[in-house]
């Protein structure tokens, strides 16, 4: 099956409102104290002091990118990444239920704007500024939720009105970027898992005659065991040395216990070897 055949593009825009101004008068001010040029410092303010809405909604779409990265495998430089057909159906029903939230959190604000600005006069002091505040109908403008899936295009139809030498320039040039962005799309899941094993052998590692003991947290297994559910989805070419690798990975955490990684050294130890021996059998 082909790439074209396996995944779908995917591009999501998010984009929120930044709540904050650079005011230059306090910043002058802040400036001129310490005797420092002008250009020394900025003083943003918090045009919601008082209220954490909009933050709120910036932290939750930062999370719907992360997720949407995580999931899916570059393609453009912006905008568009790849997903994975496996993954078509639990992407969606995860992005309608974040959707559903970000808009009620959206909602939430709008309805609350002219309290918000209220509380900012009283918190922001000398430093408010009433022409500082869009109007509502403009912070609705400022907010949005755009997902738009596409086919994966593969060398197309050229039948172009040029001459011949020219469209062969062009699907040579066309060729060319598109491998180049398979390669980057296909070598991301590999960069991913190298990078945590690479955390897992660091983490795991004793020093000889150190007895101090080391802070263990639970992401340090959840993981990788999570990337290696997700990687059976994201070997969008079907790579059997990924898969194989994968599967090694998912092989040396059976049965391994988080308290146990914290109390023996034995059990650390092991882990680490069989880690160890995976960043070494295959050429990253």
């Given at each position: 099956m082909g790439i074209a055949a396996s995944s779908v593009l995917v591009e999501l825009n998010i984009s929120s409102w930044g709540a904050s101004k650079i005011d230059k008068s306090v910043a002058d001010t802040v400036n001129a104290t310490h005797n420092a040029t002008r250009d020394?410092?900025?003083?943003?303010?918090?045009?919601?002091?008082?209220?954490?809405?909009?933050?709120?909604?910036?932290?939750?779409?930062?999370?719907?990118?992360?997720?949407?990265?995580?999931?899916?495998?570059?393609?453009?430089?912006?905008?568009?990444?790849?997903?994975?057909?496996?993954?078509?159906?639990?992407?969606?029903?995860?992005?309608?239920?974040?959707?559903?939230?970000?808009?009620?959190?959206?909602?939430?604000?709008?309805?609350?704007?002219?309290?918000?600005?209220?509380?900012?006069?009283?918190?922001?002091?000398?430093?408010?500024?009433?022409?500082?505040?869009p109007t509502l109908d403009e912070v609705k403008n400022k907010y949005a939720f755009r997902l738009v899936f596409s086919p994966l295009p593969e060398a197309g139809d050229w039948r172009l009105d040029i001459s011949?030498?020219?469209?062969?320039?062009?699907?040579?040039?066309?060729?060319?970027?598109?491998?180049?962005?398979?390669?980057?799309?296909?070598?991301?899941?590999?960069?991913?898992?190298?990078?945590?094993?690479?955390?897992?052998?660091?983490?795991l590692h004793d020093e000889e005659g150190v007895d101090a003991k080391k802070r263990y947290h639970d992401s340090l297994l959840e993981n990788p065991q999570n990337l290696c559910n997700l990687l059976t989805k994201l070997n969008i070419t079907g790579d059997p040395k990924l898969e194989e690798a994968r599967r090694e990975l998912e092989r040396a955490l059976i049965g391994v216990d988080m308290e146990d990684i914290k109390e023996y050294q034995h059990i650390r130890s092991d882990v680490k070897s069989k880690v160890d021996a995976i960043i070494e059998k295959f050429d990253w």
């Amino acid at each position: 099956m082909g790439i074209a055949a396996s995944s779908v593009l995917v591009e999501l825009n998010i984009s929120s409102w930044g709540a904050s101004k650079i005011d230059k008068s306090v910043a002058d001010t802040v400036n001129a104290t310490h005797n420092a040029t002008r250009d020394a410092s900025k003083v943003y303010k918090n045009l919601t002091a008082g209220s954490t809405l909009a933050s709120d909604i910036a932290k939750y779409a930062a999370k719907i990118r992360l997720y949407h990265n995580e999931t899916t495998l570059p393609w453009s430089s912006k905008g568009a990444r790849i997903l994975p057909v496996k993954l078509v159906m639990e992407y969606k029903q995860q992005m309608n239920m974040f959707r559903t939230t970000y808009d009620t959190m959206c909602n939430q604000l709008y309805s609350q704007y002219l309290t918000i600005i209220s509380a900012a006069q009283q918190n922001l002091g000398a430093m408010y500024n009433a022409d500082d505040y869009p109007t509502l109908d403009e912070v609705k403008n400022k907010y949005a939720f755009r997902l738009v899936f596409s086919p994966l295009p593969e060398a197309g139809d050229w039948r172009l009105d040029i001459s011949n030498d020219d469209l062969k320039e062009l699907q040579a040039s066309y060729e060319a970027d598109f491998n180049d962005r398979l390669a980057k799309a296909v070598r991301e899941p590999w960069d991913r898992l190298y990078d945590e094993l690479q955390n897992l052998s660091t983490k795991l590692h004793d020093e000889e005659g150190v007895d101090a003991k080391k802070r263990y947290h639970d992401s340090l297994l959840e993981n990788p065991q999570n990337l290696c559910n997700l990687l059976t989805k994201l070997n969008i070419t079907g790579d059997p040395k990924l898969e194989e690798a994968r599967r090694e990975l998912e092989r040396a955490l059976i049965g391994v216990d988080m308290e146990d990684i914290k109390e023996y050294q034995h059990i650390r130890s092991d882990v680490k070897s069989k880690v160890d021996a995976i960043i070494e059998k295959f050429d990253w």
